[in-house]
């Protein structure tokens, strides 16, 4: 760091931003970033390159110090993630959010996961990423194995836990089709933890780690391998190439694979969340690409309708979402596509998407009451269509979101949807705090022991 080497030489915004741009992700060299940027006088101009736009970010976060500044920051602009690295983690800028892993939020988490991936590795960090890795939903687990994965290439203890983990879930390197036989025993936990691990093995390999820490692992094998029929473990392939596509070597041939193994796809199966996860990196490399071409048309597609029962609704909810991702995307082709196609669910999309929610509260109860009561009584839900039953709920859980309703008790919500008439287990609580576990709960009671994994 040779522009920051004498504490008495004048440190300016365009010298720190060469430096942070040439950072090789050694700590000697983010403790020589800290320092500058601590020193940095206000420029009075905003930077003019993304560098200068990361250090102006890390300044403001020591002036008022405030590590937030540092995530709202990337969430604003995602360039700067990786270049905000080596201020993650400074005591200087301490009490970190991440350092009390089991009481932060799934919301918090996600601002942190993507910043940890260069960050300089601590105690607090090895834990958390660990902790998110292994305990969270899917919306945290995937940006926590990357993070795992890429953290582990420089970190011994890191990598350590990375090769047995890898060895526990598998034990002859990877095989031909996964998942196999050849798991050591463990059952639904051993295959749990498999799919974590394989896509943080692929961030490993992609960001250059030592591939003797992986016996048996390599990104031809991984490449190779098509689609399994489980969807949980095709989900986990996926999110293995998207970690190959930040790689500089692994990029080109996993971007490749995409659109054969979108092709291998079930119907009825989603991996939608990964799929908006790999549209977002191959922004950044091919936007015309055919793999693009090929996860838009999958996510577009209503393929909800064809689903069995119960994944309908998670297949509906996360279309949806889609939708929504579309919006925000400014992709008005591709939701007009979406908006042709929705069918039974076009009062869904409407509702979610289209910003089509009464505008005041006793609309929304018009259109709520009735639909609790459907989702509350075991005759009327058994006695409504299947493709009906999914926009129902779908329905039900966007009018749950109207701001106006979200502070009104629950429990008396739903005895006026019922004529008085109590629901078992029915919650208490507001709206906000406990409407969406109920209605989890009331779907359970029909379709028990199968989670949604959309939301």
Same mark, same amino acid.
């Given at each position: 760091?040779?522009?920051?080497?004498?504490?008495?030489?004048?440190?300016?915004?365009?010298?720190?931003? !060469?430096?942070?741009?040439?950072?090789?992700?050694? #700590?000697? %060299?983010?403790?020589?970033?800290?320092?500058?940027?601590?020193?940095?006088?206000? #420029?009075?101009?905003?930077?003019?390159?993304?560098?200068?736009?990361?250090?102006?970010?890390?300044? /403001?976060?020591?002036?008022?110090?405030?590590?937030?500044?540092?995530?709202?920051?990337?969430?604003?602009?995602?360039?700067?993630?990786?270049?905000?690295?080596?201020?993650?983690?400074?005591?200087?800028? %301490?009490? $970190?959010?991440?350092?009390?892993?089991?009481?932060?939020?799934?919301?918090?988490?996600?601002?942190?996961?993507?910043?940890?991936?260069?960050?300089?590795? +601590?105690?607090?960090?090895?834990?958390?990423?660990?902790?998110?890795?292994?305990?969270?939903?899917?919306? =945290?687990?995937?940006?926590?194995?990357?993070?795992? %994965?890429?953290?582990?290439?420089?970190?011994?203890?890191?990598?350590?836990?990375?090769?047995?983990?890898? !060895?526990?879930?598998?034990?002859?390197?990877?095989?031909?089709?996964?998942?196999?036989?050849? *798991?050591?025993?463990?059952?639904?936990?051993?295959?749990?933890?498999? /799919?974590?691990?394989?896509?943080?093995?692929?961030?490993?390999?992609?960001?250059?780690?030592?591939?003797? &820490?992986?016996?048996?692992?390599?990104? +031809?094998?991984?490449?190779?391998?098509?689609?399994?029929? +489980?969807? &949980?473990?095709?989900?986990?392939?996926? @999110?293995?190439?998207?970690?190959?596509?930040?790689?500089?070597?692994?990029?080109?041939?996993?971007?490749? *694979?995409?659109?054969?193994? =979108?092709?291998?796809?079930?119907?009825?199966?989603? &991996?939608? &969340?990964?799929? /908006?996860?790999?549209?977002?990196? =191959?922004?950044?490399?091919?936007?015309?690409?055919?793999? *693009?071409?090929?996860? @838009?048309?999958?996510?577009?597609?209503?393929? $909800?309708?064809?689903?069995?029962?119960?994944?309908?609704?998670?297949?509906?909810?996360?279309?949806?979402?889609?939708?929504?991702?579309?919006?925000?995307?400014?992709?008005?082709?591709?939701?007009?596509? *979406?908006?042709?196609?929705?069918?039974?669910?076009?009062?869904?999309?409407?509702?979610?998407?289209?910003?089509?929610? #009464?505008?005041?509260?006793?609309?929304?109860?018009?259109?709520?009451?009735?639909?609790?009561?459907?989702?509350?009584?075991?005759?009327?839900?058994?006695?409504?269509?299947?493709?009906?039953?999914?926009?129902?709920?779908?329905?039900?859980?966007?009018?749950?979101?109207?701001?106006?309703?979200?502070?009104?008790?629950?429990?008396?919500?739903?005895?006026?949807?019922?004529? %008085?008439?109590?629901?078992?287990?029915? @919650?208490?609580?507001?709206?906000?705090?406990?409407?969406?576990?109920?209605?989890?709960? $009331?779907?359970?009671?029909?379709?028990?022991?199968?989670?949604?994994?959309? $939301?």
């Amino acid at each position: 760091m040779t522009e920051l080497a004498s504490q008495t030489d004048e440190v300016t915004l365009e010298g720190l931003a !060469r430096e942070l741009e040439r950072w090789d992700d050694e #700590p000697a %060299g983010a403790l020589a970033l800290r320092a500058g940027v601590r020193r940095l006088a206000d #420029p009075r101009r905003p930077g003019a390159t993304v560098a200068e736009t990361a250090i102006l970010a890390a300044r /403001r976060a020591y002036r008022d110090g405030d590590p937030q500044r540092l995530s709202r920051a990337a969430t604003r602009d995602p360039r700067l993630t990786e270049l905000l690295g080596p201020f993650v983690g400074d005591p200087e800028l %301490g009490p $970190w959010p991440f350092a009390d892993a089991l009481r932060l939020s799934d919301e918090n988490a996600a601002l942190w996961l993507p910043l940890l991936r260069r960050a300089v590795p +601590d105690k607090a960090i090895r834990t958390f990423v660990q902790v998110m890795l292994r305990t969270r939903r899917r919306n =945290i687990w995937m940006p926590a194995a990357e993070a795992f %994965g890429a953290q582990a290439v420089r970190d011994g203890e890191l990598r350590e836990a990375l090769s047995e983990a890898f !060895r526990r879930c598998f034990p002859g390197g990877l095989p031909e089709e996964w998942p196999c036989g050849q *798991m050591v025993d463990g059952g639904e936990e051993a295959l749990r933890l498999a /799919r974590r691990i394989l896509p943080a093995a692929c961030a490993y390999a992609a960001r250059g780690g030592d591939l003797s &820490a992986l016996p048996g692992y390599s990104v +031809d094998k991984l490449l190779a391998l098509s689609l399994p029929g +489980d969807a &949980a473990c095709a989900a986990a392939l996926l @999110l293995g190439l998207d970690a190959l596509l930040g790689g500089e070597h692994t990029r080109a041939p996993a971007l490749a *694979m995409i659109p054969r193994r =979108i092709a291998e796809l079930p119907p009825d199966d989603w &991996a939608d &969340a990964v799929l /908006r996860r790999m549209a977002e990196r =191959i922004d950044h490399i091919d936007a015309g690409s055919e793999a *693009m071409q090929a996860i @838009l048309t999958r996510l577009c597609a209503p393929v $909800w309708r064809d689903g069995r029962e119960f994944r309908r609704l998670d297949g509906l909810w996360s279309w949806l979402e889609t939708a929504r991702w579309l919006v925000e995307r400014k992709d008005t082709t591709a939701l007009e596509r *979406m908006r042709a196609a929705a069918g039974a669910a076009a009062t869904a999309f409407a509702f979610r998407v289209s910003g089509g929610l #009464p505008g005041d509260a006793e609309r929304a109860l018009e259109e709520l009451l009735p639909r609790l009561r459907c989702l509350a009584d075991d005759v009327l839900y058994d006695t409504t269509p299947a493709v009906r039953r999914a926009a129902l709920c779908a329905e039900t859980l966007a009018l749950l979101e109207h701001p106006e309703l979200g502070a009104l008790p629950w429990s008396k919500l739903v005895l006026r949807a019922t004529d %008085g008439k109590r629901p078992a287990d029915l @919650l208490e609580g507001k709206v906000t705090e406990v409407a969406r576990a109920q209605v989890l709960l $009331w779907l359970d009671r029909h379709h028990p022991g199968v989670a949604p994994a959309a $939301w």
